[in-house]
Antibody, heavy 120, light 107 residues
Framework: EVQLVQSGAELKKPGESLRISCTGS????????ISWVRQMPGKGLEWMGR????????DYNPSFQGHVTISVDESITTVDLQWSSLKASDSAMYYC?????????????WGQGTLVTVSS | SYELTQPPSVSVSPGQTASITCSGD??????AFWYQQKPGQSPVVVIY???KRPSGVPERFSGSNSGNTATLTISGTLAMDEADYYC??????????FGGGTKLTVL
């Protein structure tokens, strides 16, 4: 069974750094791109970017480029989303989602979400 | 950048047909995808590549895409279909766009 399991909720202060993770199981991790999607409270879905776990190649939404980093850990089972300096406006639910191998692809599996709260 | 526009809300009576639209420039030349999100849950794909239903998605869900508009149709709408629905397309080969979402109310 394909599963994407995300790390737990985080409460951070503005200016702090943060790394959240998404661990895939039940499939060959290197065969599928993984994306991160932001959902601010009461708002819609926003695509942040994606990574190819085979080679760590990334594409970013220009709106997020430079503010977040998407990476794969050495075990190549976990995809991370990290911030070096959080803002209050980063408070949101963050989902990782697997991109299918169809052309064009779509998000066929989603993680359960990680709630990030940034407050002083 | 490419934009997809959805109505903020759609209401339907149980058993009737609900239609949710998604508009974008020449959207019919791209593929449209639809996701359902219920409160407190992660999104789930209900239609991919305009018209295809993943296994497990009821037959009452269908999709179409032509011109500038993609449409998600739910026939014989059930109370359990009440949710937020998001359309999605690829702006380019490397960039994903979501519509703003439509809240479907079944009343």
């Amino acid at each position: 069974e394909v599963q994407l399991v995300q790390s737990g909720a985080e409460l951070k202060k503005p200016g702090e750094s943060l790394r959240i993770s998404c661990t895939g199981s039940g499939y060959k991790i290197t065969s599928y791109w993984i994306s991160w999607v932001r959902q601010m409270p009461g708002k819609g879905l926003e695509w942040m970017g994606r990574i190819d776990p085979r080679n760590s190649y990334t594409d970013y939404n220009p709106s997020f480029q430079g503010h977040v980093t998407i990476s794969v850990d050495e075990s190549i089972t976990t995809v991370d989303l990290q911030w070096s300096s959080l803002k209050a406006s980063d408070s949101a639910m963050y989902y990782c989602a697997r991109l299918s191998n169809d052309q064009p692809s779509y998000f066929d599996y989603w993680g359960q979400g990680t709630l990030v709260t940034v407050s002083s | 950048s490419y934009e997809l526009t959805q109505p903020p809300s759609v209401s339907v009576s149980p058993g009737q047909t609900a239609s949710i639209t998604c508009s974008g420039d020449k959207l019919g030349y791209k593929y449209a995808f639809w996701y359902q999100q219920k409160p407190g849950q992660s999104p789930v794909v209900v239609i991919y590549q305009d018209t295809k239903r993943p296994s497990g998605v009821p037959e009452r869900f269908s999709g179409s895409n032509s011109g500038n508009t993609a449409t998600l149709t739910i026939s014989g709408t059930l109370a359990m279909d009440e949710a937020d629905y998001y359309c999605q397309a690829w702006d380019s080969t490397t960039s994903v766009v979501f519509g703003g979402g439509t809240k479907l109310t079944v009343l």
